[in-house]
């Protein structure tokens, strides 16, 4: 594989596995000038940010006056990188470096491939269902109600929604991937505008996907490479990111036409 370069852009807001992820990175990379860490902080505590202020010997660090959100972050931290390829990187992932080499080898095989995600395991090596065949007010609904005898009812349809049963021997293209992991070709990522950061937070990696796609680019999966996600799953526990999701459900549906089932 040729030295192209990555950036490795993570956006954080008091993100409680940060820390454990970039001591990780750290291990990982370590000063290897192919890859640039750059982090963008949406105005954690002053506590948070003093402790975030050590790790800048191996990251470019934005401390922002406000939280403006993911994709805000994301665009900040990307639109003026020279990078080839750029890597959104949750603050709760851990990456080991061969898995990324393996995708960044993959994506220069082959230039029709426009955005490539890994397989995201839980930290018990269990798979996280994450990506998308399709989005529907009905899925969502599903996937909130708390009613178990509901989900069993429906849980063909929640399988093929989440994509469950998705080849583990081969990469195959989807429609969404998920905003946890994405690498990305820097160019195609500056031609869709980036992020719509009109979402505060949810739904801006659908979108992007929908962007890419309205463009005939290619997102794929590979079951090669493989994270782990500390899925905190904050929508379903929190009202206040419940809220954020439900109105970020709403912008989306208004921007790409209501469907219901």
Same mark, same amino acid.
């Not at 370590?30 to 990251?59: C, H, M, P, T």
């Not at 990324?100 to 269990?126: A, C, F, H, W, Y």
């Given at each position: 594989?040729?030295?192209?370069?990555?950036?490795?852009?993570?956006? #954080?807001?008091? *993100?409680?596995?940060?820390? %454990?992820?970039?001591?990780?990175?750290? =291990?990982?990379?370590?000063?290897?000038?192919?890859?640039?860490?750059?982090?963008?902080?949406?105005?954690?505590?002053?506590?948070?940010?003093?402790?975030? $202020?050590?790790?800048? !010997?191996?990251?470019?660090? #934005?401390?922002?006056? %406000?939280?403006?959100?993911?994709?805000?972050?994301?665009?900040?931290? &990307?639109?003026?990188?020279?990078?080839?390829?750029?890597?959104?990187?949750?603050?709760?992932?851990?990456?080991?470096?061969?898995?990324? &080499? =393996?995708?960044?080898?993959?994506?220069?095989?082959?230039?029709?491939?426009?955005? &490539?995600?890994? =397989?995201?395991?839980?930290?018990?090596? #269990?798979?996280?269902?994450?990506?998308?065949?399709?989005? *529907?007010?009905?899925?969502?609904? /599903?996937?909130?109600?708390?009613?178990?005898?509901?989900? @069993?009812? +429906?849980? $063909?349809? /929640?399988?093929?929604?989440? &994509?469950? !049963?998705?080849?583990?021997?081969?990469?195959? !293209?989807?429609?969404?991937?998920?905003?946890?992991?994405?690498?990305?070709?820097?160019?195609?990522? $500056?031609?869709?505008?980036? +992020?719509?950061?009109?979402? +505060?937070?949810?739904?801006?990696?659908?979108?992007?996907?929908?962007?890419?796609? %309205?463009?005939? $680019?290619?997102?794929?999966?590979?079951?090669?490479?493989?994270?782990?996600?500390?899925?905190?799953?904050?929508?379903? @526990?929190?009202?206040?990111? +419940? @809220?954020?999701?439900?109105?970020?459900?709403?912008?989306?549906?208004?921007?790409?036409?209501?469907?219901?089932?």
């Amino acid at each position: 594989m040729s030295n192209v370069k990555v950036a490795i852009s993570i956006v #954080t807001y008091n *993100s409680q596995h940060i820390f %454990k992820v970039l001591e990780n990175l750290k =291990k990982e990379f370590g000063q290897d000038n192919q890859f640039r860490l750059v982090i963008f902080d949406n105005n954690s505590n002053e506590d948070y940010k003093n402790r975030l $202020k050590e790790y800048q !010997d191996i990251a470019d660090i #934005t401390f922002y006056h %406000k939280n403006n959100g993911f994709g805000f972050g994301h665009n900040h931290n &990307l639109f003026n990188a020279e990078e080839e390829y750029f890597l959104v990187f949750n603050p709760d992932i851990i990456l080991v470096r061969e898995d990324l &080499l =393996k995708m960044l080898g993959r994506m220069e095989q082959d230039e029709s491939i426009s955005l &490539l995600v890994p =397989k995201v395991l839980n930290s018990d090596g #269990t798979p996280q269902h994450l990506m998308r065949d399709r989005v *529907s007010v009905f899925d969502y609904f /599903l996937r909130f109600v708390p009613f178990q005898f509901v989900k @069993k009812m +429906f849980d $063909k349809r /929640l399988a093929t929604y989440e &994509l469950r !049963d998705i080849p583990n021997d081969r990469e195959q !293209d989807i429609r969404i991937g998920s905003g946890c992991f994405m690498l990305l070709r820097g160019e195609d990522f $500056k031609e869709v505008g980036g +992020f719509d950061d009109r979402y +505060f937070m949810y739904f801006e990696d659908y979108d992007l996907c929908v962007e890419l796609k %309205k463009r005939n $680019k290619r997102i794929v999966y590979t079951p090669f490479s493989q994270v782990v996600h500390y899925y905190e799953r904050g929508a379903h @526990k929190n009202s206040r990111l +419940f @809220k954020i999701f439900m109105k970020s459900m709403y912008q989306y549906f208004n921007k790409w036409g209501w469907r219901w089932f």
